[in-house]
């Protein structure tokens, strides 16, 4: 996984590009996200960079928030590690944030970035032509076959009665299994929504570093205002278009039709 940046989904609108056609894109408020610790392969197994999103008040925050990202901070086991000659990890001394995700990278992958440092668009993004969305979709509740999984119902004619929604036949469930219970995975009324989803290879159209805003073309998961993970795609042959300009803080993409 490559290092991405955290934000919120701002919502859907539309954009013109130079020769006149339109584009869907969702804006994403992106950063800046401070970095809250950096993990290595020799001291924690894996190699991850954990970044935190939104400020949140001291008087909100657990004494646990405070900790982690406060080096003043006593407390009785701090002092008896530090007796201990045990090496503190660096703290970023910054507010406790709202929303905090770590994105894993290859332990072969050198890491630039320190504890404390902000990342802006601009320091990720740049040049960058795709990126993967990743939120939780909006919930929906307990939802039939139909809703959830796009069945067709069975007939509304007649001799057909308060069956039209319904999935069908259900004696099949357990036929090759013997032991009376479902078979796994098997399509049936339940919770719908409400699940972590991955939008993958969507073309950034538009980079505004200076209001750290991204414009990606099409839907993102989640509500106006929830919470996004952002990350240059890892989809093999992604090519969506190239750089054309790059004006002051501003950085456009132009779209380019497959086959031109």
Do not use: W
Not at 1 to 7: D, S, T
Not at 98 to 124: C, H, I, W
Not at 238 to 256: N, P
């Amino acid at each position: 996984m490559a290092l991405g940046l955290l934000g919120t989904k701002v919502g859907m609108t539309q954009v013109y590009n130079a020769d006149g056609s339109v584009e869907p894109v969702t804006v994403l408020q992106v950063g800046p996200c401070p970095v809250m610790q950096v993990r290595t392969a020799d001291r924690d197994g894996y190699s991850a960079v954990q970044l935190g999103y939104r400020d949140k008040p001291r008087k909100n925050a657990t004494r646990a928030e405070q900790g982690h990202v406060a080096s003043g901070l006593k407390s009785k086991r701090k002092d008896a590690r530090l007796k201990g000659g045990v090496q503190l990890l660096p703290k970023p001394d910054c507010e406790p944030q709202r929303f905090v995700r770590e994105f894993r990278l290859a332990d072969a992958a050198p890491v630039t970035v320190t504890v404390g440092q902000k990342l802006g668009v601009a320091d990720v993004f740049a040049g960058v032509l795709a990126v993967d969305v990743i939120g939780t979709s909006k919930g929906r509740g307990y939802q039939g076959v139909m809703k959830r999984h796009n069945f067709d119902g069975l007939p509304a004619a007649h001799g057909a009665k308060k069956v039209h929604r319904q999935a069908g036949s259900t004696s099949s469930l357990a036929s090759n299994r013997g032991t009376g219970r479902p078979k796994k995975g098997l399509k049936r009324a339940g919770q719908y929504g409400n699940t972590r989803v991955t939008m993958r290879n969507l073309a950034v159209v538009r980079v505004d570093a200076e209001n750290n805003l991204i414009l990606v073309r099409g839907g993102t998961p989640g509500f106006n205002g929830s919470y996004v993970m952002i990350r240059p795609t890892n989809k093999h042959g992604s090519t969506h278009g190239k750089v054309a300009v790059v004006e002051g803080v501003k950085a456009k993409v132009v779209i380019q039709k497959k086959g031109k």
